[in-house]
T-cell receptor, first 113, second 113 residues
Framework: KAGVTQTPRYLIKTRGQQVTLSCSPISGHRSVSWYQQTPGQGLQFLFEYFSETQRNKGNFPGRFSGRQFSNSRSEMNVSTLELGDSALYLC????????????FGQGTRLTVV | DQQVKQNSPSLSVQEGRISILNCDYTNSMFDYFLWYKKYPAEGPTFLISISSIKDKNEDGRFTVFLNKSAKHLSLHIVPSQPGDSAVYFCAASEDNAGNMLTFGGGTRLMVKP
């Protein structure tokens, strides 16, 4: 069974640009969540999508957005990049039911210069 | 305000001995708790979880204890092995479904041969 796949693994962008990250969940999983990991703030929840609908949202500005497609693949977009957006972005896949653990991808390392 | 805290940034243990990693939380609405292990350049890997209706859950060498009155949980690893060396994160969720995980800052465990 293939795991969670995130692309690209590494990305360098310039301040002010926008970026799109992709996540393919485990087959059969309908929930995809995104997390940001930084040295200062640790792992923080961005948002969760379930059956193409945003089900939960963390405390991040509107520059951070996402979507989920009918095959459960998800993308997150960050517009008007700031230096502070440099982080490891992790995608987590869950079947979606109660008490089911999240499986994480390897992450996308975004560097904003 | 950190709702989940891991007060020990690092822990060093001899191989074969017990490793005890601690986690405190402040949000009384949390009812589902998880432990993840993370190696460098990889996403977090699920280890073990516990629902708030239990006070102990065991899986092989890993046992999680939950003390709701103290808002404290701990992960015991017995016996510790060098391959256990990693960063351990505790996480909590309000909805017993593992959505919107709130993570602690992590504890780096080093198991010495």
């Amino acid at each position: 069974k293939a795991g969670v796949t995130q692309t690209p693994r590494y990305l360098i962008k310039t301040r002010g640009q926008q970026v799109t990250l992709s996540c393919s969940p485990i087959s059969g999983h309908r929930s995809v969540s995104w997390y940001q990991q930084t040295p200062g703030q640790g792992l923080q929840f961005l948002f969760e999508y379930f059956s193409e609908t945003q089900r939960n949202k963390g405390n991040f500005p509107g520059r951070f957005s996402g979507r989920q497609f009918s095959n459960s693949r998800s993308e997150m977009n960050v517009s008007t990049l700031e230096l502070g957006d440099s982080a490891l972005y992790l995608c987590a896949s869950r079947w979606g039911g109660s008490g089911t653990e999240a499986f994480f991808g390897q992450g996308t390392r975004l560097t904003v210069v | 305000d950190q709702q989940v805290k891991q007060n020990s940034p690092s822990l060093s243990v001899q191989e074969g001995r017990i490793s005890i990693l601690n986690c405190d939380y402040t949000n009384s609405m949390f009812d589902y708790f998880l432990w993840y292990k993370k190696y460098p350049a990889e996403g977090p890997t699920f280890l073990i979880s516990i629902s708030s209706i239990k006070d102990k859950n065991e899986d092989g060498r890993f046992t999680v204890f939950l003390n709701k009155s103290a808002k404290h949980l701990s992960l015991h690893i017995v016996p510790s092995q060098p391959g256990d060396s990693a960063v351990y994160f505790c996480a909590a969720s309000e909805d017993n479904a593992g959505n919107m995980l709130t993570f602690g800052g992590g504890t780096r465990l080093m198991v010495k041969p």
